[in-house]
Structure formats: C-alpha cells, structure tokens
C-alpha cells in the first residue's frame, strides 16, 4: 500500500470519531436516567449532597458546554473521571482492555482453526456425510446463544468434570509481571510455563464459546467461497496439470477463498471487542465489554463516551487491516 | 475430478490437527491451580469500585473495604451497635458526641492509629471539597454531622449542627484508613492503595477479576463484644468477582468458593442437593411494597388501597417465587429493626372483602392498573398481577430500565399519570429514620406514593432529633401504626439475603446488613 494511501485513510478516520464522538454524547446524556440519583441509590441523601455529586461530575454545567468540554478534553487525549470508579476513564480502561484483547485473539485464532478446514472439508467433500455435518453444526453454532452455550460448558467441564475454572484470567498463586497485558504471552516472556498452562486453561472456556458462533459464519463463508474458486478454470488446468490434490485446494484455491472469509473474520473481530460482554459476564472475565454494559446502566457518561470511541477506532482498523491482508493474499488487489 | 484418496489424506490430516489441538488444550485443563493452605475464596457478584472508604456509595464496595478497614463503631451478629475501633462512644450535649479511640492500634504499614486518625476521616467525610476539591458522596450519610475536634490522643470530640439520635446506628456505614498514609499517597491514590486499622491487608487487586486480601498479624483482634478478638484466622482471603449468578453457583458446586453472595431462590434446590455445599439465609433490610400513586384516581380512595392490600396473597408469592425465603409485612419496617411495631394489623388475603371495598368506593366491576417495574422483578410483578385479578383488578405490567423507572417516579409531575411501582427501598440502619423519612414523609425522595400525613410528618421529624430512645420508639410505632392504616402501598415482603456456603467453611455467618466479614471464619 501506498503512503498516500496511509495517510488518507488515517485523514479519513476524523470525520468518522467525530461523528461518533458527538452521536454517542448526545445518545448517552440525553437518555433518560440521573446518574447523581443512581449513584446516592435509596441510602440517606440531602439537596446539598446531589448538588455537591453534580458539581464534582460536572454536570451543573449546560449540555452544551458540556460537549465542548468533551471534545477538548477528548482531542488532548482525556476522558475525565469515571463517575463510579473516582479515578481517570483511561485508567480504568487500561486496566481492563488487555483482558478483552486476548479473549478476542485467542476467540479469532480459535474460530479461524475451526472454520477454515471444516469449510474447505466441506467444500472440497460437498453434499457428503461431513458437509451435512459441518453445515447442521455451524447452524448450531449461529443460532446458539452464547451465555446459555457458556453455563452449559462450565457445567460440564468445570462443576461436573472439574477440568477448566468457572472464571477468572489466572490462578491467584501466580505473579505475573505485565508486559504486555496479555497473559499468555507475558507469562512466556517471564519463562513461566505453571502460569501460562493456568492462563491457557482459564481462557479455553470463554474463548470456545465465543470462537463457537464465530466459527460457524467464517465456516459457511469458506466453504460457499471454496465451491466457487473449485469451479474455477485456473483450479481445473491445475488439477489437469496433475498437481496434486492437497496443492491444489491448498495452494492455488485456499488463498482466493480465504478473501471474503478475511473480511468477515475483521468484522467479526471488531464486533467481538464490543460485543462480547455476555461472556465476559459468564465467565467473570474482566474485559471491557463487562464494563462498558455496567458504565451504561449506571449512565457512567465519561467512560461510555471513552469507550465507544475506543471501539470506533478498533473497528476501522479492522477494516483497514483487512484490506492489507487482501494485497497479499491477492497481488491483483491494489489499494 | 476430484480425487478421493488424496481427499481422504487431507481430510485425515486436517481431524489430527484438530485432535492434537484438543487434546493440547484438555492437558492444560488438568494443569495447575490449587487452593492454597489457609485461603478463603468468596465470590461476590461484584468488584470495588474504590478502595477508598470515603468515596463511593456503593454497598458492595463496602462490604470489601470493611475486612480491610475497621470502623468507628460497628454491628455484633446480633445487629446491635457496639464499638469497633473506639473504646467507648457517649452523648456530651444535644449536638456533641465523644468518642474515646482504643489505646495502642496500629495500621497495617505499623503506623499508629490515634483520635487525629478519626478526626481526619471525620473531617474528609462531612467538609465540602475535603477530598481533592471534591466533596464525599458519603456526606449525607453523617446527616447534621459538621465535622469534629481533637480533645487527646484517644478522643476526638463530633460536633453535629442539630440533635440526631441515630448517629450511632450510621456510623458503622464508615470505615477509617490513616491520616499518615492519605497525606502520603493523596486523595487520588487511595482509591487504590489503602493503610488502615483491619484485619487483612491488601495484597492485590486484580481489577473486575479478584481483590487478594492477607491476614495482618498485627491486628488488634476486633470489636471486643464479638468474639473471639485476635487476628483473622485464614492466612489468605480472595474476593473473586463472579456477576453471573448460575456461574457464581457453578463455582460455589465446583469447589472454586467456599461463599457466595446474591443466591438466586431458583438455585436453593440445586446448592442444596449438592454435596460440597449448602444455603445459609439471613433477613435482609430490603423493604418490598408496591407504592401506589394516591395523587392519582382511583388510589386517593384508602377503600382501594386496602382492597389491593386484601388482593394479594403474599404468603403465596413467598412460598413459590420466594422459596419461602420472605417475611411478610404488615408495614414498612423490618421485624429485625429498631422500633418496629409488632401491633400492626395484618392485610390478610381476602379477594371477597377486597371486592367489597372496590364496591364501596364505586367499582363494582374492578379497577384497571398498570405495575411498573424493572426487568428483575418481571415474574413477581407478574404474579402479584395475577392474583389481583381474582378480586377484580385487572393489573398488567410494565418493564423498565431501573436508571429510567426511578427518575420517572421520583416527583409528583413525573408520576402523574402512573399507577402502581413495584419497588424496594433499603434500611442499612436497621433504623426507622433510614427507611421512613426518605419514603414516607412529605416530599421524601423515595416516596413514590406521594403520601403526605402532618402526623407522621411531624412525628418522624420529632424523633429525628429524640435523645430518649424509648420515646423515639413509641413515636415511630406510632408512624407505623397510621402508615398501616392509610395503606400507601401494597405491602409486601422483606426477603432474606442468601448465601450458598461451602461445608468446609466454619465460623461464618451471614449478617442481615449484608457483609461478609471474615474475621473469625474458617475452611477445614
């Protein structure tokens, strides 16, 4: 890709944040809920007190110096204090979106794993016993709801089995210098295998579960896009050529199928980092998601502000990243 | 052509990957993470929001902070006030209480804990913008408290601006960190880091995912009314954060936690069952009714309102939404309170009076009403509902968001065209002035009712400020008494707090204010 092209996707990405900074400002203040009343609950309370609450959150302010406060604030890289938490939004963020970055890299690797052979087997054996059950599994899979899919894999292999934990990142017994957030890696990087089994097996439970549904789109993609490339005439003169099968459907058909699959999987990621705070209840994960949805029914403004921009951001790149990855796996793509 | 043993090969070597990596992922399933010797595991339906005893108003959040901090006074099994970091407490005047700090307590760092400690936290509590320019959310939880003054090394003097006979039973609510440690980090850094006088000592919190507390073996032993008074006894206790109730239970049934808070009802049979575990039940202090709007027609007629009073079959709901874990009221107090009035007339069953009196106030042929409610409380509005259309009410009901439902009925106005709401209202205190004024009296900012009686009015304000708590009593049953009369709400229940609790775990029982202090508990 191009430097120009760079740097008018990165011009790009302003209007974009702007547009959602001021769409999720105006959704979230101006729907319905106090958050001074939510925060003083039914305990004692006085006048004095909600008016002290509402100074301190700076909501004695016009909603409209409000916003411009927001955006200033935001272009310097501050989101205020949590309501709830007392302490800076980005710190509370950080603290618990490297928890929600690994879930979701290891859901995608996990999915990937699964989806591309299941889709490529089907493709390559279509209308055969295995397709049937790749395409009645990936049907389970979609219409599954993935906290119900959760209790029935913690009650199974956790409560019945004892094999995985309910929940958590860690064992308590292991200290684990953060390096970069996520646990399996730091754990590598500090050579310490008995913490890195233990992180590996906490994440298994809720990364199959949200890999599960994810798996079984990216495998239907793979598989309608695999049918297709077969039919193709460059993959029949391979065939013909006496190539052999595997180099075939590995080589010369895979990398063109995998194109549409690429596209869904950067969707799917990006949903998955917003929206995966079902499992992260579930499972008592300690990511993002879980705090964004409590941020929302506490109407924590500073930080459902803070983070939906974050998710914008994440999203694009996505999208962006997605269009790399079409250059190399098709040279003819130029973007 | 495709050709089918090259196939097969790939399909093979594709269902070995797969295998590999299962049987990868199942190895290290089997791997690691023990229960370590002395460590007690709690999982709490939710974490901290702050370490700072000061800044919050959350409940959770204090129920972790109290097995960290201690407070000024706290609460024996028994709910009764007795003194936790204070020797003594007494009345001076009508506006000034003494207390007289224990001699010789020590934070966790080892720094001493002295009367300029309590004034300190005293004076950050109840000052304006005493806590880095930001007033404490905590404030009006102090009332008429204005700050206080130092007398001695042990005593620290608490200066109120009007009489306020609870004080007492409020001051539990805060827990003390030391003066040394806040000037030294700042206001900022105590939401996460803490040095107090308490029985375990933070050793990490892993945010939205465990708060790690250890045994301070220099601890003082605790309230000397509760025994036994020493250091904690397990070496180690984990809060670990478990939202989800079916999994907080599956960690409880996996042996993963030895407490759990916020048992559903559903889940009694299940953790009963089980072998590893069992239910402990407490009352609550949470106050159920169903507030009737009495600005609105036709609930300004009292007929109507003890007609849906005579409606409802609170033993029923109780016995099969419940699990029986419910005590029905004929009031708003709970029987566990300060002053509750045991006297009080029952509203029982009865949908042939009950249609008696619609008949009487002009409905022969019923009353239409809409319930609102939150999503939580969906099936039991549901059920109340239904049992209301045996005498001819027919109820239907309607779900909100709770940050949406609370505003809505929070003024007269924005109620006008409300019918009925299907909430709770808390009593920490175990106080009527903690449930009553805010609920009740004019204008109070959960009374949802609208109900608005000078008597009651002038005698919740009158023992606000009653020194003599005899008499404070006997006016607030007296309050009952013409609340129970006037039937602004359906009365309900007081449900109880449930806990599944490991068999292991000894010394432990759950407390009707809802923490979970581990001070004298224990697992085999």
Redesign the interface.
Known sequence: MRLGKFVERFIGLIPVLFGVSVIVFLMITLTPGDPVEIMLGDARSSPEQEAALRRDMGLDRPIHERFFLFIANALRGEFGLSFFHRRPVIDVIGERLPATIELTLVALVVALAIAIPLGVIAAVKRNSWLDRVATVGSLFGVSMPGFWFGILLILLFSVKLGWFPVSGRIGFSAEVRSVTGLLLIDTLIAGRLDSFWQALRHISLPALTLALPMAAVLMRVTRSSMIEVLRADYVLFAEAKGLAKARVIGLHALKNALIPTVTVAALETGSLLGGNMIVETVFGWPGLGRLVVEAIFSRNYPLVQAAVLLYAVTYVLLNFLADLIYTWLNPKVRL | ???AG??R???AT?SR??LT?GAL??F???????Y?AG?LRVGFSQ?A??L?PA????RETETIIRNLCDGILTRDPAMKVVPDLAESIRQIDATTWEIKVRDGLKSHSGAPFTAADIKFNLDRLTK?NAMGG??S?R???L?PVTGSELVDARTVRVKLSAPWAILPA?LPFQEMVSEAHAKKVGD?AL??SVDCVGPYKLVEW?????V?IARDPGYYGGAAAIPPVGPAKPDRV?F?????N??RV??L????VDIINELPPSAIKQVEASDKAKVMAVNGTRTFFLALNMAKKPFDDPRVRKALNHAVDRKLIIDRILAGKATALNGVMSPDAFAFNDKLPEYAYDPALAKTLLAEAGHPNGIELTIDTTGAFKSTAEAIAALLARSNIKAKVQVW????L???W?TAEKRAERDAYFT???N??LDPS?IMV?TLRTKG??NFAGFSNAKVDALLDAAETETDQTKRAEMYKEAQAIVNAEAPWVFLWLPQDLYGVSKRLKGWQPSADSRINLHDASVD
């Open positions: 052509m495709v050709d090259k196939n090969q790939s399909v594709c990957a797969l990596a992922v199942l290290a399933g089997m791997a690691g993470g023990a370590a460590e974490d929001q702050t700072d800044n919050h108003r959350n304006e930001q007033t959310p404030k009006s939880l009332g409020m900022a939401a996460t892993r945010r939205g995912d465990a790690i984990i670990k954060i478990i939202p989800e079916a999994s599956a960690a049934l996996a042996g993963e968001e709770g940050a949406v609370s505003p809505m929070a709770s209202w808390g920490g205190a903690d805010p900012r959960g």
